[in-house]
């Protein structure tokens, strides 16, 4: 399992601003289909976005699309989710995953076999 490290939460503004980062431990993070999930409090884990290995295609949750970006470096080994338009809605701990054998369930978080800690992110209205 790869090791990964999610930082860029904060406190911000409804209407505001935020890019979460995800590091890898290792430097075959294009091996990886990566995720980024959200669970609020007394919410289950819900999905916000997926990328492909290369980075080409990009998946997004109803209520994120439009506002959030998902990319990648896979020369740094680093996956990125730009927040942006964020509402309070928004406020969660969000966790970056890898799998390597997602496919189409992108949207499962059991699909992916390895997990950041974790990093919140508050929308105050």
């Known amino acids: 399992q790869v090791q990964l490290v999610e930082s860029g939460g904060g406190l911000v503004q409804a209407g505001g601003s935020l890019r979460l980062s995800c590091a890898a431990s290792e430097r075959t993070l294009s091996s990886y289909f990566m995720g980024w999930f959200r669970q609020a409090p007394g919410k289950e884990r819900e999905f916000v976005a997926a990328i492909t290995r290369n980075g080409v295609t990009t998946y997004y949750a109803d209520s994120v699309k439009g506002r959030f970006t998902i990319s990648r470096d896979n020369a740094k080994s680093t996956v990125y989710l730009q927040m942006n338009s964020l509402e309070p809605e928004d406020t969660a701990v969000y966790y970056c995953?890898?799998?390597?054998?997602?496919?189409?369930?992108?949207?499962?978080?059991?699909?992916?076999?390895?997990w950041g800690q974790g990093t919140q992110v508050t929308v105050s209205s």
């Open positions: 995953a890898a799998g390597s054998n997602v496919a189409g369930f992108y949207r499962d978080y059991r699909r992916y076999a390895s």
